[in-house]
């Protein structure tokens, strides 16, 4: 099957540092938008896309979500869209919801939630409440580069501290060290985990992939430097890209455990929507000599699809590959001690703090 050419590509220059190169309109659009020369021979100065943040005023910041193969119930958000601009993201198409691009729109039309803390204490102190791990970083960074200006994760990492609230915290971003001072208080309560997302080992490989996120020898840093803090980290080897990540599984497993890591776990790559065409004329214009073996692995894993968004099937694909990606992955875990069960976040420490002019309970 040949690689989809339908996307209207912008010039390089144009998305230089950036992980896609297109900028086609979502799928909820009725009209599309393209790149064209306007036909006078006179030259143009060659603009960089730059990244633009706008603002939003969320009603609230707490997203329960329903799935039965993910373990948490509730998320937050922080920003929409991503600048680490990862080709693969699978929260690309949440872009389309904002008639926005999940191409280049994805990761250079940020949007922030300042009001985000203000408003997560709000739910908190909801009489109905009942406290569960919350999970941030599922959909895009909260450690991407704008939080080092914006501060909005500090600010919510202060008021889960303030209501002693779980959190697990999934990253590629290095700035969770500067965190590094609430996070260490709230586990040794046993009330904060991260995870930290390493592809490959590979800084080319990683800068194509990745092109804003760090480099993977200063992600395992920061695995380092937040378990000499006493924060428990797992290593993510994700995604696992067939025929192109997927020998490096091992290498990455001993580097994670080497760092301080005391579990892992591993995703297939996934490639809902449109991702799947972002990705493959990624993959067609980086590696064409790998892209068919790329693209027929995963069709074999999904029954001759892409991509099947199938609960249970949808993260690790089935059929030989994928089981043999397991078996891998099994073996060098338990070999390395990443095997092991992680304890569970404590909810029975939860309790509102007083705010001003709150009456203190006599019991």
């Known amino acids: 099957m040949a ?24 799928r909820f659009e009725r009209h599309s938008r393209a790149a064209d020369h306007d036909g006078w021979d006179i030259p143009e100065e060659v603009r960089v896309l730059r ?22 119930d509730r998320t937050i958000n922080p920003y929409r869209g991503c600048e ?59 450690y991407q580069p704008v939080e080092r200006e914006r501060g909005i994760m500090r600010a919510i990492l202060g008021v889960l501290r303030d209501f002693r609230h779980p959190v697990g915290i999934v990253t590629k971003g290095a700035m969770v060290e500067r965190d590094a001072d609430i996070l260490s208080s709230m586990a040794a309560e046993g ?5 930290i997302s ?22 395992l840093a920061a695995i380092r430097r937040l378990t000499d803090a006493g924060i428990p980290v797992r290593l993510m080897v994700s995604p696992v890209v067939p025929a192109l990540t997927d020998p490096e599984m091992e290498a990455i497993l001993e580097a994670g455990a080497e760092a301080g890591a005391d579990a892992a776990s591993w995703i297939m790559l996934r490639l809902p929507r449109e ?50 990606i397991g078996r891998r992955f099994a073996v060098a875990a338990r070999r390395l001690g990443l ?18 002019g709150d009456q203190m309970s006599l019991f």
């Open 3 to 26: 690689m989809s050419r339908h996307l209207n590509p912008i010039a390089s220059d144009t998305a230089r540092g950036r992980g896609a190169g297109s900028c086609d309109t979502g």
């Open 51 to 72: 990244t633009q943040v706008s603002e939003e005023r969320p009603r609230s910041v707490l997203n329960y979500v329903r799935s039965p193969d993910i373990p948490f």
């Open 84 to 142: 680490h601009g990862c080709i693969y993201c699978f929260a690309r198409p949440s872009h389309a919801y904002l008639n926005l691009s999940p191409g280049l729109d994805f990761e250079t039309k940020l949007i922030a939630r300042p009001e985000a803390p203000a408003v997560l204490d709000r739910e908190l102190r909801a009489k109905g409440y009942r406290p569960a791990p919350v999970a941030i970083g599922t959909n895009t960074d909260p």
């Open 191 to 195: 009330l904060a985990r991260v995870g």
């Open 198 to 219: 390493i592809t490959t080992l590979d800084p080319v490989l990683a800068r194509r992939m990745e092109p804003r996120a760090p480099a993977p020898a200063r992600r």
């Open 275 to 324: 991702v799947s065409p972002l990705w493959q004329d990624w993959l067609e214009a980086h590696y064409p000599d790998r892209a068919e073996r790329v693209m027929n692995r995963l069709r074999e894993m999904h029954g001759g699809k892409e991509y099947d968004s199938a609960w249970h099937r949808r993260m690790r694909g089935e059929g030989p590959y994928a089981e043999i």
């Open 339 to 356: 095997d092991r069960k992680t304890p569970q976040l404590r909810t029975d420490l939860f309790a509102p703090p007083l705010r001003s």
